[in-house]
């Protein structure tokens, strides 16, 4: 790994604990208490921070502007609203390890927070909005039919199945490691409990293509559950990580990518197809070097698509890459998938891509509830958008020190 590379580092995480808030939290009060419980993390304060990287997602006063600085007294050089649904945080990262690298700033903060579950947001199964008025020229021909968000990725399924044989049952496997990935998780565990999920424990590939279809091809269990949360990551520069509390995992590349339908396109690729190379090439790595990889996991084909399209198999052979419990923390090959439980089996609150950064963290630190041994290096790839329509692609390789 190029050293010149090594020029900022995640040095402070926090995930929220609850995926089951009361009506007295509000996203803001979750974005400032991880915010706080990230920089105890680092060993810094508030003062320490002079970039803010965030989504308005709790609902800015004003469009654009944030209001976590304000929130929490902060006076920042660098503000960063960014907004690219669940790969939103993976743009940030790459964009935070810039300005870090240009001496611009020192320590940049990235909060995300989210009473989705609670707001009884129909996430997947809702209709387009064109119910709500005339729809946006771009999608003029696409809304009027309603398709929801879960169809296009069903669709999407579907066509890889026709492409290249894939079945439910290969899809299935990537839903049975992330749970037993997730059964070894407390917060995993409790927030399925909250959440009045029918079982907690370890799933079967039957008991996955069992489960009701919401889409067909996709089944109950392929699809991510909707949670409330929230988290926050701290970038530092070199000379600031190594005075923090926790050893430094080194953002090492970025690349940041987005995908709209073209006549002849390939909607069974994402926007990760050219993100990852991206991510890839600035670290120095190889896709086969990676031990960790926690990747948006909205639905199973997600993941699927995903892999194929960073590099870890080819395109049309993620079902078979997926399949004898490839995919685990405890097995010898590489990568472990998602073994904070993912988004399928851990907390889904609308953007899921904040935590790929923190359970990578967890990993290259040894902290992780379902630990691989001597995790040297991580990729964090998130997806936001719909697959199989207009998406943004994020994806950040990470090394430990």
Request: charged share 20%; with cysteine; hydrophobic share 40%.
């Amino acid at each position: 790994m190029p050293s010149q590379t090594r020029d900022a580092a995640i040095v402070g995480i926090h995930e929220y604990p609850s995926r089951s808030v009361g009506a007295d939290m509000s996203a803001l009060r979750i974005k400032a208490e991880c915010a706080i419980r990230a920089l105890e993390d680092a060993g810094l304060t508030t003062k320490d921070v002079d970039a803010i990287y965030e989504c308005g997602e709790e609902g800015a006063v004003h469009a654009g502007i944030p209001s976590t600085p304000e929130y929490l007294g902060i006076t920042a050089n660098i503000t960063d609203t960014t907004m690219t649904g669940g790969s939103s945080f993976e743009f940030q990262a790459a964009h935070a390890k810039r300005a870090i690298a240009s001496g611009k700033a020192h320590v940049a903060l990235l909060t995300y927070g989210s009473t989705m579950r609670r707001g009884g947001t129909a996430l997947g199964s809702a209709g387009r909005s064109y119910a709500a008025g005339f729809p946006h020229p771009v999608v003029n021909l696409e809304e009027p039919w309603g398709l929801t968000l879960v169809g296009d990725y069903a669709m999407v399924a579907r066509r890889h199945m026709h492409d290249y044989g894939t079945t439910s049952e290969q899809l299935a496997e990537i839903s049975v490691a992330t749970r037993l990935h997730a059964t070894r998780n407390p917060q995993a565990v409790q927030a399925m409990t909250d959440l009045a999920f029918k079982g907690t424990g370890e799933l079967t590939i039957d008991d996955v293509v069992s489960s009701r279809v919401i889409a067909d091809p996709l089944h109950m269990l392929e699809c991510c559950m909707i949670s409330d949360g929230g988290g926050a990551v701290v970038i530092a520069s070199a000379s600031v990580a190594r005075g923090c509390r926790q050893k430094p995992v080194w953002v090492l590349g970025g690349g940041e990518a987005i995908k709209y339908p073209e006549n002849g396109g390939d909607i069974t690729t994402s926007a990760a197809a050219r993100s990852g190379p991206m991510a890839f090439g600035e670290a120095g790595v190889r896709p086969d070097e990676i031990d960790v990889a926690t990747l948006y996991d909205s639905f199973t084909i997600t993941v699927l698509t995903v892999l194929e399209d960073l590099g870890f198999c080819k395109k049309g052979e993620g079902g078979s890459f997926a399949q004898n419990d490839r995919l685990r923390f405890d097995t010898p090959a590489k990568p472990a998938l998602n073994t904070d439980g993912g988004g399928l089996s851990s907390n889904h609150p609308g953007m899921r891509g904040i935590f790929l950064l923190i359970e990578a963290t967890r990993q290259l630190r040894g902290q992780s509830s379902s630990q691989v041994a001597n995790a040297k290096l991580a990729v964090a790839s998130g997806l936001g958008g719909r697959l199989g329509s207009r998406h943004a692609a994020g994806t950040v390789v990470l090394g430990a020190d």
